[in-house]
């Protein structure tokens, strides 16, 4: 039998961010555009599990190893009856790493965008641990939040790995920060930060041999086929992803191979040859970078853990 699972929320009420206008509006700007939050329905949720697990992407590997090592510490300073609030949690394996460490916690809070998915795999976590209150939220975490608090008001640990971070411009990444800094109501933030490097490691990471990466871009245009009836010809784009070594950061497009006339939603919207669709920023920084914008969004940055290689930081940043 299934472990009891709090209803899966859907904060606002059934509605994750409208991807038919915000298709349409960004396919008709000039550069073309689509927003990267709508890689995530049921696929394209599968097709990042698959990226995590490449060779090229170090960045999943590297960040469990840092959490699996550092565990003891990050829990002491998270400290015991805690409520984890995570954001954007995907398939929710990176968790368990801090649900086993702390001591006693209340309470975990996933946040997604990918509702059915969210549904299926906090199922599996719940039944692993039936003793933790458990409430996944359906939402668009990038929008202003108001997370109910818990009976007894545990104090709130907020939890954002993967450099999901690295997809937001500066700007809008220190936004962001301070929006988690408001919903954690005083409490603490581990986030995950994938850092500068050397650029061909870069490239190999966005850009793998067997083409994974290349299938999660296009998802954005099979997911317009399957939802909105579009007629986007896969074959027709190509998966392109240079590093900005200026900007640093990965850029991802889909690039038009020929003239072309797609239907989205009963308008037309045309492609010329080689014209580029920008899909994604993947922004990556320094330790002493990311700490400095944290503190302009008001945490106080404290302990950081990295790799031998330096490839990706933990950061432990403190509310003030
Ligand atoms: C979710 N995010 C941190 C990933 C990244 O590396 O920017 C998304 C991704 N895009 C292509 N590969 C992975």
């Known amino acids: 039998m299934d472990a009891p699972l709090a209803r899966v929320q859907h904060c606002p009420p059934a509605e994750t961010g409208g991807f038919a206008c915000s298709l ?8 073309k555009e689509i927003a990267c ?72 809070t996933p946040l997604d965008i990918s509702g059915d998915y969210l549904g299926q795999v906090a199922r599996a976590l719940a039944a692993d641990y039936p003793a933790l209150t458990l409430r996944p939220v359906v939402c ?18 907020g939890f954002f790995p993967g450099s ?20 954690l109501l005083g409490g603490g933030l581990l986030i995950g930060v994938d850092l500068v490097k050397d650029p061909v490691r870069l490239h190999a990471a966005y850009n793998d041999a067997a083409g994974v990466t290349a299938l999660f871009n296009k ?30 950061r990965i850029e991802m497009y889909l ?9 989205l939603c009963g308008r037309v919207v045309e492609f010329a040859q080689g014209e580029p669709v920008h ?15 944290a503190a302009r969004a008001g945490f106080n940055p404290r302990a950081v853990w990295t790799d031998e290689e330096r490839l990706f930081s ?5 509310s003030r």
Request: with cysteine; charged share 25%; glycine share 6%.
């Open 24 to 31: 349409y509006s960004g396919l008709s700007k000039t550069p």
């Open 37 to 108: 939050k709508f890689f995530y329905d049921d696929a394209g949720s599968r097709l990042f599990d698959r990226i995590c697990e490449l060779p090229e992407y170090y960045q999943t590997r590297t960040e469990v190893r840092l959490l699996k090592h550092h565990a003891g510490e990050i829990a002491q300073l998270m400290g015991s009856g805690v409520e984890i609030l995570e954001f954007g949690a995907g398939s929710l394996r990176k968790v368990r790493t801090l649900l086993d460490a702390v001591e006693a916690p209340r309470a975990y």
């Open 140 to 157: 668009d975490f990038t929008q202003a939040l108001e997370i109910p608090e818990l009976p007894g008001t545990p104090r709130r640990m």
């Open 164 to 183: 999901t971070i690295g997809n937001f411009k500066p700007d809008a990444a220190m936004a962001l920060l301070r929006r988690m800094r408001a919903s």
């Open 219 to 248: 998802n954005l245009m099979a997911r317009a086929n399957r939802e909105l009836g579009a007629n986007f010809d896969l074959d027709a784009f190509a998966h392109y992803a240079p590093y900005n070594a200026a900007a640093h």
């Open 255 to 263: 690039v038009s191979l020929k003239r072309q006339s797609v239907s």
């Open 279 to 293: 899909t994604e920023d993947s922004h990556k920084y320094t330790i002493e970078s990311f700490r400095e914008m």
């Open 314 to 318: 933990l950061h432990w940043l403190e």
